[in-house]
């Protein structure tokens, strides 16, 4: 079984969805131990967008320049104090001992809650292709935020170089696959009867020869799909 282990470093916002994939493995740097580096998320732009109205998860087209000038200052101003003041709460001159001896020295697994979500923490991430395919359909789909859907672009580019034979067939199989509700199916059956359209599967199985499909098992599971549709003549 192939097993993939990323070292990725997310805003921890990100990470917080991203934990959600059950089926993997995590070691994440520790802020319980370590100290978190001066690093944070601030989004370009064009990805500043306003409160979508038809998706509450959602966002829609950018805010105006003015605006993401503002936001993006407010954001900036808000990290750099958080960790000026966990740096004032740690009170580690980078040796272990207090830069001001006159305080004491606040635990780390305590400083750090002063941090915002748009710090960035870190971890490898081990799972298996299948499980990463899954991941990945979900987190590189257009419904998936942004923030996530980067980290997912990112790997999906790595796996295409990697495996390229899997790739394909997740992509024909899983990726750009669609699934029909019976409802959906029953839609379909009916417009199509409505307008008298069927093939035969002659006419079928050409269009597939000529599209390139030429596994006999594919071109049957198909067929049967097909005929549940109601696509089959009788
Ligand atoms: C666009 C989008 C929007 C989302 N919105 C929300 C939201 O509003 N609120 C929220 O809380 N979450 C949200 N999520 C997270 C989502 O509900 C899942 O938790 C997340 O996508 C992980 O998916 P998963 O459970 O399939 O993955 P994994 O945890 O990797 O699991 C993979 C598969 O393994 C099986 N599996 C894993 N663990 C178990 C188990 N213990 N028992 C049985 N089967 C198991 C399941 O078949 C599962 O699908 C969102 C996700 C996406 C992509």
């Known amino acids: 079984m192939d097993e993939f282990k990323f070292h990725a470093k997310m805003p921890i916002f990100v990470a917080r969805q991203w934990v959600r994939h059950r089926t993997a493995s995590i070691n994440e740097y520790s802020a319980r131990f370590s100290i978190l580096d001066k690093e944070f998320y601030i989004p370009e732009p064009e990805v500043m967008g306003i409160q979508s109205k038809s998706n509450r998860q959602g966002r829609d087209e950018s805010v105006s320049k003015e605006q993401a000038e503002a936001i993006k200052k407010l954001l900036i101003e808000d990290a750099a104090r958080n960790y000026e003041h966990y740096e004032f709460m740690l009170n580690d001159d980078g040796m272990g001992k207090p830069k001001d001896p006159e305080r004491d020295m606040f635990a780390r697994e305590l400083s750090r809650m002063d941090l915002s979500l748009n710090f960035y923490t870190q971890w490898y991430w081990k799972t298996d292709l299948h499980n990463l395919f899954h991941f990945l359909h979900l987190r590189a789909d257009p419904h998936a935020q ?39 199916q029953q839609v379909m059956a009916q417009v199509m009867k409505e ?11 050409n269009s597939a020869g000529s599209t390139g499909m030429t596994n006999k098992r594919e071109k049957e599971e198909m067929l049967e799909k097909f005929e549940k549709l109601g696509l089959i003549k009788k």
Do not use: C
């Open 195 to 205: 307008n008298n359209i069927s093939f035969s599967k002659d006419e079928i199985l």
């Open 146 to 184: 942004y923030e996530i859907r980067v980290y997912a672009e990112a790997m999906s580019g790595i796996l295409k170089d990697a495996v390229p034979l899997a790739w394909e067939a997740f992509e024909d199989y899983e990726l750009y696959a669609t699934k029909l509700s019976r409802p959906e």
